[in-house]
Protein backbone atom coordinates (compact mmCIF):
# COMPACT_ATOMS: atom_id res chain seq x y z
CA UNK A 1 0.00 0.00 0.00
CA UNK A 2 1.68 3.30 -0.99
CA UNK A 3 2.29 5.13 2.17
CA UNK A 4 1.84 8.79 0.74
CA UNK A 5 -1.06 10.50 -0.07
CA UNK A 6 -1.64 13.59 -1.99
CA UNK A 7 -4.50 15.70 -0.94
CA UNK A 8 -5.47 18.16 -4.53
CA UNK A 9 -6.91 21.03 -3.91
CA UNK A 10 -6.32 21.78 -7.24
CA UNK A 11 -8.73 21.62 -10.14
CA UNK A 12 -8.27 22.56 -13.99
CA UNK A 13 -10.50 25.81 -14.64
CA UNK A 14 -7.99 27.66 -16.92
CA UNK A 15 -9.16 28.90 -20.62
CA UNK A 16 -7.37 30.04 -23.21
CA UNK A 17 -7.68 33.97 -22.11
CA UNK A 18 -6.23 32.90 -18.94
CA UNK A 19 -3.04 31.12 -20.37
CA UNK A 20 -2.53 34.68 -22.24
CA UNK A 21 -2.97 36.35 -19.12
CA UNK A 22 -0.23 34.73 -17.32
CA UNK A 23 1.84 34.51 -20.45
CA UNK A 24 1.53 38.50 -20.55
CA UNK A 25 2.14 38.41 -16.66
CA UNK A 26 5.15 36.55 -16.76
CA UNK A 27 6.66 38.09 -19.97
CA UNK A 28 5.85 41.72 -18.02
CA UNK A 29 6.82 41.28 -14.92
CA UNK A 30 9.66 43.53 -13.27
CA UNK A 31 11.25 40.46 -11.48
CA UNK A 32 10.40 36.73 -10.68
CA UNK A 33 8.91 36.12 -7.27
CA UNK A 34 11.23 34.04 -5.07
CA UNK A 35 9.71 30.99 -3.51
CA UNK A 36 8.63 31.77 0.31
CA UNK A 37 7.01 29.75 3.43
CA UNK A 38 4.00 30.51 4.82
CA UNK A 39 3.50 31.06 8.56
CA UNK A 40 2.13 27.82 10.29
CA UNK A 41 0.94 27.13 13.95
CA UNK A 42 1.26 23.50 15.06
CA UNK A 43 -0.92 21.60 17.29
CA UNK A 44 0.06 17.97 19.39
CA UNK A 45 -3.92 16.90 20.24
CA UNK A 46 -4.91 14.09 21.97
CA UNK A 47 -6.13 12.01 18.27
CA UNK A 48 -3.69 14.13 16.44
CA UNK A 49 -1.68 17.11 14.97
CA UNK A 50 -3.71 20.27 13.26
CA UNK A 51 -1.73 22.27 11.20
CA UNK A 52 -3.40 25.81 10.85
CA UNK A 53 -1.57 27.89 7.54
CA UNK A 54 -2.19 31.44 7.20
CA UNK A 55 -2.63 31.59 3.54
CA UNK A 56 -4.63 35.01 2.99
CA UNK A 57 -5.63 35.47 -0.91
CA UNK A 58 -4.97 31.82 -2.04
CA UNK A 59 -7.65 30.49 -4.11
CA UNK A 60 -7.67 26.65 -2.48
CA UNK A 61 -7.05 25.97 -6.28
CA UNK A 62 -3.31 26.95 -6.24
CA UNK A 63 -2.77 24.61 -2.95
CA UNK A 64 -0.70 21.21 -3.06
CA UNK A 65 -0.66 19.01 0.00
CA UNK A 66 1.61 16.06 0.10
CA UNK A 67 1.00 13.97 3.26
CA UNK A 68 3.79 11.19 4.13
CA UNK A 69 3.37 9.52 7.80
CA UNK A 70 5.81 11.69 9.00
CA UNK A 71 6.28 14.49 6.96
CA UNK A 72 3.45 17.25 5.24
CA UNK A 73 4.59 19.09 2.59
CA UNK A 74 2.37 22.58 1.58
CA UNK A 75 3.22 23.90 -1.89
CA UNK A 76 1.09 26.65 -4.04
CA UNK A 77 1.28 30.14 -5.03
CA UNK A 78 -0.52 33.28 -4.29
CA UNK A 79 -0.87 36.13 -6.82
CA UNK A 80 0.30 39.30 -6.27
CA UNK A 81 -2.34 41.79 -4.56
CA UNK A 82 -3.19 44.45 -6.67
CA UNK A 83 -5.76 47.20 -7.01
CA UNK A 84 -8.73 46.22 -8.74
CA UNK A 85 -10.11 48.79 -11.14
CA UNK A 86 -13.07 49.65 -8.76
CA UNK A 87 -10.37 50.77 -6.24
CA UNK A 88 -8.06 52.57 -8.85
CA UNK A 89 -5.03 52.07 -10.73
CA UNK A 90 -2.07 52.37 -8.58
CA UNK A 91 0.31 55.36 -9.87
CA UNK A 92 2.99 54.64 -7.02
CA UNK A 93 3.98 51.63 -4.92
CA UNK A 94 4.06 52.57 -1.35
CA UNK A 95 4.79 49.25 0.22
CA UNK A 96 5.03 45.93 -1.21
CA UNK A 97 5.36 43.65 2.63
CA UNK A 98 2.62 40.89 1.23
CA UNK A 99 4.55 37.63 0.28
CA UNK A 100 3.28 36.11 -3.35
CA UNK A 101 4.39 33.88 -5.99
CA UNK A 102 5.34 30.35 -5.63
CA UNK A 103 4.95 28.86 -1.48
CA UNK A 104 6.12 25.63 0.19
CA UNK A 105 7.05 24.75 3.38
CA UNK A 106 7.47 21.54 4.65
CA UNK A 107 6.35 20.34 8.56
CA UNK A 108 8.15 17.19 10.34
CA UNK A 109 5.26 15.40 12.44
CA UNK A 110 5.90 14.24 15.92
CA UNK A 111 5.24 10.90 15.30
CA UNK A 112 3.54 9.10 12.33
CA UNK A 113 0.45 10.38 11.32
CA UNK A 114 -2.90 7.73 9.08
CA UNK A 115 -2.36 9.29 5.68
CA UNK A 116 -5.45 8.12 4.84
CA UNK A 117 -7.27 9.86 7.67
CA UNK A 118 -5.63 13.63 6.21
CA UNK A 119 -8.36 16.13 6.16
CA UNK A 120 -8.03 19.71 4.96
CA UNK A 121 -10.38 23.03 4.67
CA UNK A 122 -9.90 26.39 4.42
CA UNK A 123 -12.10 29.41 6.11
CA UNK A 124 -11.15 32.92 6.09
CA UNK A 125 -7.74 32.73 4.81
CA UNK A 126 -6.72 30.01 6.84
CA UNK A 127 -6.01 26.77 5.83
CA UNK A 128 -6.71 23.72 8.49
CA UNK A 129 -4.74 20.70 8.19
CA UNK A 130 -6.00 17.58 10.54
CA UNK A 131 -3.81 14.38 10.61
CA UNK A 132 -4.52 11.77 12.71
CA UNK A 133 -2.31 9.87 14.65
CA UNK A 134 -1.57 6.01 13.26
CA UNK A 135 -2.08 4.01 16.49
Known amino acids: MDSIRRIKLRWLHGTLGDVGYQ ?10 PQSWQPPINAFRCE ?25 LVIRGERQPPEPS ?4 RAIQMLAFEIDYGPFERTVDLPER ?19 PFDR
Not at 23 to 32: L, N, Q
Open 113 to 131: VNVEGAHAEQSNGLLWINL
Open 23 to 32: FTRVRFAPMA
Open 85 to 88: DAQG
Open 47 to 71: KGVRICVDLAGVDRSMIDLTVQPQR
